[in-house]
């Protein structure tokens, strides 16, 4: 079944992501893309995008992508830093779904920058939450 229209209300409603300035640029079942400008406040003391800011992009395309097929809660996620990126670049995180069954569903994400170059994988692991999905 298709949860996308409830989870696009229920974003509107997600301060952390939007607080980010991150845009869903598609969704569709299984598979997201979202974007964010990277702001000064996202850089670190090397000059560089925080890994935080970055694990936040991939997260938020994984859960919008896993819960596009019903409730959805991660259960294990991991994030391999590629090549850095900086301040008023755009990165773009677009969430593949890999695996779906009954109660769990695998999706790898990857963060690129606006010509494609590669910054981070990410790679989570969902549980299905119950009665709905």
Not at 35 to 64: P, Y
Not at 106 to 120: A, F, L, R, T
Request: aromatic share 8%.
């Amino acid at each position: 079944m298709d949860y996308c229209e409830e989870v696009l209300e229920k974003y509107e409603k997600d301060l952390f992501p939007r607080g980010l300035g991150i845009r869903i640029l598609e969704l569709k079942p299984g598979n997201c893309r979202v974007e964010m400008t990277v702001r000064e406040e996202m850089t670190n003391f090397h000059g560089i995008t925080h890994g935080g800011a970055i694990f936040a992009l991939a997260d938020t395309a994984f859960g919008l992508a896993s819960n596009s097929r019903g409730p959805a809660v991660a259960l294990q996620v991991s994030i391999n830093f590629l090549a850095p990126s900086r301040q008023g670049e755009v990165l773009q995180a677009e969430a593949r779904e890999e695996c779906l069954t009954n109660s769990t569903g695998i999706y790898s994400v990857s963060v690129k920058k606006e010509k494609g170059e590669p910054v981070s994988l990410f790679r989570g692991t969902v549980y299905r939450i119950k009665g709905r999905g």
